[in-house]
């Protein structure tokens, strides 16, 4: 088979890693950026094509009606802003790209594109767009509005933000900075473009007033399990960060949207659905049945926590559901992939069921057995590779880094050197 990609999903955001959990680091200052930092250097020396940060805009309120849970226990907050992290991890490393989570639903698209460009510029071509819509009306409401937009019409909107932004960055030839002393001329006026985008939602005068950037836009990425979101991602996601509770469920989440990017259009090699996937590398066979044993027991000591951010995700509180007793019929303008997930749980599932599933696929054991779950995974899938979750910290990650990826590159299933200096380049060399 060919190689397959490897990315990490900083799922927790920029927060307190590992919290309350045997992997805590409580040596490392979580509001200081080494912890990523040092991640980050893990991460290139493994070869990972990208870091992505995860992010959310509101401390959740969602669960006994108050913030209380959530401040006592870290869950889902505090967090720091990732745009602001993004550039100490781009002076840490040399290849590695830096994905930052920005909403299409609050953010200007001018501030957006201009932020997004001068980044690509420091990077020197590594900048990738983890694109959301939020879900949240808490977060709506930090940004000014009563409640959040609709689940289908925020991706109507997102569809417009990604034209707008394109025309944006576009505005700029690659050659209109020409610097020309000689001629007196720093910029050849006839290569930058008005633009005067005007949309259903948006209105953006424009150019942008930072030159086209080496990528001349960011490597775009998009979460999103719904019918809506698998749509949106087949028309303009370069990496479809993706889940997956079975080889199926991967395999015809990844069909579905190459077929919708074919409809737009587009090749859909250049659609690399990418699945979240816990690793716990073991260093021999008791050491993997002993997380297989202990696992299931911490998920039950954090089943609260897995309620809690259930609830910010839904908008549900789901405190006032008794935990053994089958879910009613669940709707939410939240995020949709939750309903697929109670629907697939089946009509006698109940919430403890639904809250001591594993948050994402998980490959358990030694590294020679991981390698190979993930490799019959891939071939089974047919592609395009795993984005590894959790915390950055050094347990966990040099776990992964140090122990699975030699092994994965001995098989010659992933990369073992960066062939290309953009980090869209390296997502589309294989």
């Known amino acids: 088979m060919s190689k397959f990609h490897l990315g990490w999903f900083l799922g927790p955001g920029i927060t307190v890693q590992g919290w309350n959990s045997p992997n805590y680091a409580p040596s490392y200052d ?40 959530y401040l006592k226990n870290a869950t889902m907050t505090p967090k720091l802003d990732p745009a602001v992290l993004t550039p100490y991890l781009l002076m840490a490393t040399k290849r590695l790209g830096i994905a930052t989570t920005l909403t299409t639903t609050f953010y200007p698209p001018w501030m957006l594109a201009r932020q997004m460009a001068t980044l690509d510029h420091y990077s020197r071509g590594r900048m990738g767009w983890n694109i959301v819509t939020a879900t949240s009306d808490a977060a709506a409401q930090n940004y000014g509005y009563d409640k959040q937009f609709e ?47 005007q949309g259903k939602y948006y209105k953006v005068g424009g150019p942008l007033n930072v030159p086209r950037s080496p990528q001349t836009k960011p490597l775009y990425i998009a979460p999103g399990g719904s019918p809506r979101g698998r ?131 998980e490959v358990i054991g030694t590294p ?22 959790g915390p950055l910290v050094p347990r966990y990650v040099n776990s992964v880094v140090d122990e699975l990826v030699p092994v994965l590159q001995k098989r010659g299933l992933v990369r073992t050197e960066y062939t290309h200096e953009h980090l869209r380049d390296n997502v589309m060399e294989f």
């Open 231 to 361: 749509k949106f991602s087949g028309r303009n996601a370069e990496v479809v960060l993706a889940g997956g509770e079975t080889l199926a469920d991967m395999k015809e989440y990844r069909d579905e949207v190459r077929a919708h990017a074919i409809a737009y259009g587009r090749d859909p090699d250049k659609v690399k659905t990418m699945f979240i996937c816990g690793a716990f590398v073991a260093r021999d066979k008791a050491m993997a049945e002993e997380f297989k044993v202990n696992l299931p027991k911490t998920r039950a000591k954090r089943l609260e926590n897995a309620l809690a951010s259930l609830s910010f995700l839904s908008g549900i509180d789901f405190s006032k559901f008794d935990l053994d007793t089958p879910l009613p019929e669940i709707k939410t303008n939240g995020m949709q992939t939750m309903l697929k997930m109670f629907k697939d749980a089946g009509p006698t599932a109940t919430l403890r069921d639904i809250g001591m599933r594993p948050p994402s696929w």
């Open 151 to 197: 689940h289908d019409q925020r991706y109507d909107m997102a569809d417009e933000y990604i034209d707008c932004v394109k025309e944006l960055w576009e505005a700029w030839d690659a050659d209109a900075v020409v610097m020309d002393t000689a001629g007196e001329t720093f910029i050849d006026a006839s290569k930058v473009k008005p633009v005067n985008f």
């Open 30 to 69: 979580w509001t200081q950026p080494e912890i990523f930092q040092d991640g980050a250097r893990a991460l290139e020396r493994g070869c990972f094509d990208f870091l992505i940060l995860e992010d959310t805009s509101a401390i959740p309120k969602a669960y006994k009606g108050g913030m209380d849970f």
């Open 368 to 389: 020679d057995e991981c390698a190979s779950i993930m490799q019959e995974a891939m071939e089974e899938i047919g592609g395009d590779g795993f984005l590894i979750t």
